[in-house]
């Protein structure tokens, strides 16, 4: 299982990247969709993100059933976000599975995957117009 949820975090990484977007599940009175962490002690909370809004969709059961599926921007997320859920201790869950399964990832981890993607995909243009 762990593979899949490796495999599900670089999905989310590239396509994140590709589209500069991600999706997230936000409530007027409850805020954004975040569960316990399960696998960190660290953590204070895990929010969840997916990198398709079809995926996010599918979460919208239960206790998320009146939440809406929310696009945010990749520069609001870097700008507004990971920093403080850095500080405050919150991990990011990122296309986690109906079971809400996946991986937790410390923001910063986060955030320098998504760096170094961009990083990789800026290399790849120069040396195709090379």
Known sequence: ????Y????ELFVEQVAEEA???GLFDENQGWANC???DNKDATAVYLFW???KLAEKLKTEEWSNYKV?????D??????LDGMQKQQVFAGVNWDEDLCGLE???????????EKFQDEAKVTVEADA
């Open 36 to 38: 316990h962490a399960h």
């Open 51 to 53: 990198s398709d809004a």
């Open 76 to 81: 609001v997320f870097f700008d507004s976000w």
């Open 1 to 4: 299982m762990k593979e899949q």
């Open 70 to 74: 929310e696009a945010i921007a990749l």
């Open 105 to 115: 990832i410390e923001a910063m981890v986060l955030k320098n995957a998504l760096v």
């Open 6 to 9: 490796l495999k599900n975090a």
């Open 21 to 23: 977007e991600l999706f």
